[in-house]
């Protein structure tokens, strides 16, 4: 690819056309004209299969990726020259020739529940139906308070949280980040500590990928990563890469570091959710790169290899 010429930066990002997504992209948008002044950005607005298919199962249509892959595809076309996903859409293998360029500084990872009137998953009668799209969730919700319905729910933030109000559904679970960068951090009753909640691989942070060739770009982009992020985030993928990456079992992870040393939690479950594994390891940050690897290993053998298994052969 041609260099890009320093006397016109110009670069057009792609996103969903989500009120989130949208929430997201210009907060990198101001982030980049905060590093570069002399930026043009323009912004493109990609509808996915997710976003136009409102009420099937995600697992259904086509699972993690879903909201990824033809956002990969318009950057691949070179109709946009950035993308900006959750993370914890991506999955552990991205489009050849694409990259992350960068991961800015990650927001609070924990999951949230909603409910009308502000009850916490204990308060909750027995019966109460939670609304949640992630397989990974209702397991662990599951867990918490087994006499919990759990059913499926679609749609964006406000849709489901219009339906917690108008009492299709008790309480929905949502990521308290996607609530925060809405503006709608008070609607959270109850905030998950990870260790009772493990969240999603990658959740709360961005992923901002690119083409591979465009050095340029790539190089402009890595003024907005955060190294803590970029380390913990790319742990947590090395685990998932480990059980698979398209493992369709329930499963979630979440690395931070402290004080020089980087923890990582992981958990994953059969199918049903009534077998499950979880585990941790903390290590120096020095020795961090690997230890997501050996943490998915870890549990592999304890028995996710037979929950695998049995999925795939189902």
């Known amino acids: 690819m041609a260099p890009r010429s320093s006397e016109a930066l110009a670069i057009t990002v792609g996103t969903r056309g989500s009120r989130l997504a949208l929430s997201q992209t210009n907060g990198i948008v101001t982030a980049l004209r905060e590093h570069h002044p002399d930026l043009a950005v323009d912004v493109k607005q990609i509808k996915t299969q997710g976003d136009r298919d409102q009420q099937t199962s995600l697992t259904t249509i086509g699972g993690q990726g879903i909201f990824v892959k033809e956002l990969e595809a318009v950057l691949l076309a070179g109709d946009i020259d950035v993308a900006v996903h959750s993370l914890k859409d991506v999955p552990s293998e991205i489009a050849p020739g694409l990259v992350i360029a960068a991961y800015p ?73 996607g609530l925060a960068r809405l ?44 190294a803590n992020t970029k380390l913990a985030c790319e742990t947590e993928r090395a685990f998932m890469a480990r059980l698979g990456g398209g493992c369709q079992l329930p499963f979630g992870a979440y690395a931070e570091i402290s004080d020089h040393s980087l923890k990582i939690r992981g958990f994953i479950s059969d199918d049903d959710g009534q077998r499950r594994l979880q585990g941790e390891l903390e290590v120096s940050v020095e020795e961090a790169p690997g230890v997501g690897t050996i943490l998915a290993e870890r549990l592999l053998g304890e028995g996710a290899a037979e929950f695998m298994a049995a999925a795939e052969a189902s």
């Open 183 to 226: 503006d709608m951090a008070d609607r959270a009753s109850q905030i998950f500590e990870v260790d009772a909640l493990v969240p999603a691989v990658g959740q709360g942070a961005l992923a901002i990928e690119a083409r591979q060739d465009d050095a340029d770009l790539l190089k402009l982009l890595a003024s907005i990563s955060d």
């Open 105 to 177: 500084q990650r927001a609070e990872p924990r999951d949230a529940l909603v409910t009308r009137d502000g009850k916490t998953l204990a308060e909750l009668p027995a019966g109460a139906r939670i609304g949640t799209g992630s397989r990974r969730r209702a397991v662990q919700i599951k867990t918490l308070r087994p006499d919990i319905e759990l059913v499926d729910i679609r749609g964006n933030v406000d849709t489901r949280i219009r339906k917690v109000d108008e009492g299709e559904y008790d309480g929905a679970v949502l990521a308290y980040a």
